[in-house]
């Protein structure tokens, strides 16, 4: 998918409206569209790529991070627990093929996943 017709980066561009809860220079984050959890929050880099491995900059991995754990204290999901998520590729679900991290929290979840 080339960059033109990428959903997350028409959001991170601002051509189409998203809930952000934040953006930097290199990441943004915004409200999934469909949360699967009472806190569901995906965190993008500013690069388009499909997955991590094709990410230019790779060190926006461990920032990334950084931010979802900031996110996750600032929704009072810290304390009891989150998950991070990334689905890569079609058999794991991914349907947007630009790299996002899910930040799920506010409830129990099973394991392993489905
Ligand atoms: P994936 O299945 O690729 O791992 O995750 C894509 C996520 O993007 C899904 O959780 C889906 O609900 C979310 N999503 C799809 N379209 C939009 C949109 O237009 N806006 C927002 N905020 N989220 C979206
Ligand atoms: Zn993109």
Not at 11 to 31: L, N, Q, S
Not at 76 to 87: E, F, H, L, P
Request: hydrophobic share 45%; net charge neutral.
């Amino acid at each position: 998918m080339s960059l033109i017709s990428c959903l997350f980066c028409k959001i991170i561009a601002k051509e189409i409206p998203a809930g952000i809860v934040y953006e930097d220079e290199k990441v943004v984050a915004f409200k999934d569209i469909a949360p699967q959890a009472p806190t569901h929050i995906l965190l993008v880099p500013r690069e388009h790529a499909r997955f991590v491995e094709e990410l230019a900059d790779k060190g926006v991995v461990g920032r990334i991070y950084k931010i979802a754990a900031d996110l996750a204290r600032e929704n009072k999901i810290a304390d009891s627990g989150y998950r991070i998520v990334v689905n890569h590729g079609r058999a794991a679900g991914q349907a947007v093929d630009h790299v996002h991290f899910h930040l799920l929290g506010g409830r129990d979840f099973s394991w392993p996943p489905g």
